[in-house]
């Protein structure tokens, strides 16, 4: 079973949104573990969108600006990215990234795309 499957990355117009979901397999999804959203555009590096620990410990890079929400649903094991007020830089593969007893684990990434 993979464990982290993202979904609903697409193409998207400057203003759109978007809402990612990361499935994660029993195994590896905790309440009290980091579950966090990474981002990696053509040619850079791979960086820190969101990061959610429990309920309400959130974390946002700054360069979100209060247009992105993150949150959880414990009960279906699921991680979701709300994402508003998308801008053409907000392009790239979304992953999804759990990290429990000293390890870490990735998604495989959904595509976002914004169009200017």
């Known amino acids: 079973q993979v464990p982290l499957v993202e979904s609903g990355g697409a193409l998207v117009q400057t203003g759109g949104s978007l809402r990612l979901s990361c499935a994660a397999s029993?195994?590896?999804?905790?309440?009290?573990?980091?579950m966090s959203w990474y981002r990696q555009a053509p040619g850079k590096e791979r960086e820190l969108v969101a990061r959610?620990?429990?309920?309400?410990?959130?974390h946002y890079a700054d360069f979100v600006q209060g247009r992105f929400t993150i949150s959880r649903d414990n009960y279906r094991n699921t991680v979701n990215l709300q994402m508003d007020s998308l801008k053409p830089e907000d392009t790239g593969t979304y992953y999804c990234?759990?990290?429990?007893?000293?390890?870490?684990?990735w998604g495989q990434g959904t595509q976002v795309t914004v169009s200017s």
């Open positions: 990234r759990s990290y429990l007893s000293g390890r870490e684990y």
């Open positions: 029993k195994r590896i999804f905790s309440i009290s573990s980091p």
């Open positions: 959610i620990i429990g309920s309400r410990d959130v």
